[in-house]
T-cell receptor
Framework: GAVVSQHPSWVICKSGTSVKIECRSLDFQATTMFWYRQFPKQSLMLMATSNEGSKATYEQGVEKDKFLINHASLTLSTLTVTSAHPEDSSFYIC???????????????FGEGSRLTVL | GENVEQHPSTLSVQEGDSAVIKCTYSDSASNYFPWYKQELGKGPQLIIDIRSNVGEKKDQRIAVTLNKTAKHFSLHITETQPEDSAVYFCAASKPGNQFYFGTGTSLTVIP
């Protein structure tokens, strides 16, 4: 299947700092990328939908000023957790859908996830 | 919106036995149903999927069945092996829409 690369795989930061997580589609172009947050032993919680060249669409309850999403190209989306606090500690996962699947329900491929720990 | 329910939440089977995980969905317009396997500390990996124009799909020890009338689909794993132990998620989607995930099933294969 297609490859989605996510970095870093884990990061530890101090409270108040900002952390950037990158999500790249390596062998396909993705007009849409999704960002999820996952708590231990729970399902994936969609945070936002990232569309190339336009503003991200955030799910209800997700602070857009807290979780900044940029999708500057067809292969890269970034999630920046601003002024991180311990309650932001979580597992963040991105996913991407092949651009060619527009109008067709294409496969969704996931990155390996990023474990964020805020001290 | 779509609502996907998944059962059971946990499942333990003896090595070599079969495992079945079931999901139901609410939106009759959903037409794509993937299954993902997530190992500890990793992102979900697509293992098999089925589209609404097909009733069953098989890939070696893994199979998925779809009943559009009843709006449910199931994952079947035969001859289970310890490396099949993971959390499995079902999902439902339609063109141009997000994916809706089930709550996950933690499968343990006992050697």
């Amino acid at each position: 299947g297609a490859v989605v690369s996510q970095h870093p795989s884990w990061v530890i930061c101090k409270s108040g700092t900002s952390v950037k997580i990158e999500c790249r589609s390596l062998d396909f172009q993705a007009t849409t990328m999704f960002w999820y947050r996952q708590f231990p032993k729970q399902s994936l919680m969609l945070m936002a939908t990232s569309n190339e060249g336009s503003k991200a669409t955030y799910e209800q309850g997700v602070e857009k000023d807290k979780f900044l999403i940029n999708h500057a190209s067809l292969t890269l989306s970034t999630l920046t957790v601003t002024s991180a606090h311990p309650e932001d500690s979580s597992f963040y996962i991105c996913s991407a859908r092949d651009r060619l699947s527009y109008g067709y329900t294409g496969e969704l491929f996931f990155g390996e996830g990023s474990r964020l720990t805020v001290l | 919106g779509e609502n996907v329910e998944q059962h059971p939440s946990t499942l333990s089977v003896q090595e070599g036995d079969s495992a079945v995980i079931k999901c139901t969905y609410s939106d009759s317009a959903s037409n794509y149903f993937p299954w993902y396997k997530q190992e500890l500390g990793k992102g979900p990996q697509l293992i098999i999927d089925i589209r609404s124009n097909v009733g069953e799909k098989k890939d070696q020890r893994i199979a998925v069945t779809l009943n559009k009338t009843a709006k449910h689909f199931s994952l079947h794993i035969t001859e289970t092996q310890p490396e099949d132990s993971a959390v499995y998620f079902c999902a439902a989607s339609k063109p141009g829409n997000q994916f809706y995930f089930g709550t996950g099933t933690s499968l343990t294969v006992i050697p």
